[in-house]
């Protein structure tokens, strides 16, 4: 089993209450050696009723006390690196770039959960409108990100918008959006970013990863060779969520190596 699980959200997440040491226990117990705490840092996340004025922002300041001092304590136990997942959008290119030059980061996810301020998970954005053409334009945004962004490591979960489809992968395939998709990662190519298997998409009912492996393998034709593999956990009985499952996954798409950060340089590990 691969015993790195980057992408893992605390109570420093607004869709999260649960202690950063209860999700290091979690991953002890799941006999992870690396984790990378990556939570939510979403800028212009719009306000909401449940989730406040101000949802996913939090003190870094505190978040770096916290983390670092977790880390010393579990040394020996759990390789435990620091990291966020920053949500992109178009135009804060310069913030997220200010972020992440800021702090000492370990890793930084660049993701997009915001379509034109919409975000997927509350179904708004499919009123009126055909699933297919929530996800064109989910890609399109995707690549306007992209044009505008680079500081980041890796794109998360590609295909996010999936989940919150109507039908969900009814109207999703690799070929039927090829040409955004193509774009999105020869653009990470070019840069030298890496791209993200989440294995989140299984637990949501997918039956793939986020994104699916055919992109996965895409982006292995492309030349691309940076893959990281993440849970999305918010709850501790969600860390390496599906982990049993994840090198198969990723040798049947041709990579030989998953990727750890450090610093925000990646590590090159052999598929177990």
Do not use: W
């Not at 949500?87 to 959960?113: M, N, R, W």
């Amino acid at each position: 089993m691969i015993q790195s699980d980057f992408h893992m959200h605390t109570e420093f997440s607004t869709d999260s209450s649960v202690s950063v040491r209860t999700m290091l226990d979690a991953s002890v117990e799941r006999g992870l050696k690396t984790v990378c705490i990556t939570d939510h840092l979403d800028v212009d996340y719009p306000p909401d009723e449940e989730l406040g004025d101000a949802p996913f922002l939090f003190d870094l300041e505190r978040y770096f006390s916290e983390l670092t001092a977790l880390r010393e304590e579990y040394s020996g136990r759990l390789d435990v690196r620091i990291g966020v997942e920053l949500g992109l959008q178009p135009h804060l290119g310069q913030t997220c770039g200010e972020l992440a030059g800021k702090y000492p980061f370990d890793f930084v996810i660049g993701s997009l959960h915001l379509i034109h301020g919409m975000d997927p998970y509350y179904g708004t954005i499919f009123e009126g409108r055909t699933d297919a053409e929530v996800y064109r334009e989910a890609f399109r945004e995707t690549i306007r990100c992209l044009e505008n962004i680079s500081s980041f490591d890796v794109l998360g979960h590609l295909d996010y918008v999936v989940r919150y489809g109507r039908c969900q992968a009814q109207e999703y395939s690799y070929r039927e959006f090829a040409d955004e998709i193509d774009e999105i990662l020869k653009m990470l190519v070019s840069a030298g970013k890496g791209l993200e298997m989440n294995m989140a998409g299984i637990k949501y009912g997918l039956g793939f990863t986020n994104p699916h492996p055919e992109v996965l393998r895409r982006y292995r034709e492309l030349g691309g060779e940076i893959v990281t593999v993440g849970a999305d956990a918010h709850q501790p009985e969600h860390t390496a969520y599906a982990f049993e499952k994840a090198g198969d996954i990723l040798k049947s798409c041709g990579f030989r190596y998953y990727t750890e950060f450090d610093r925000r340089r990646p590590v090159f590990l052999p598929i177990p």
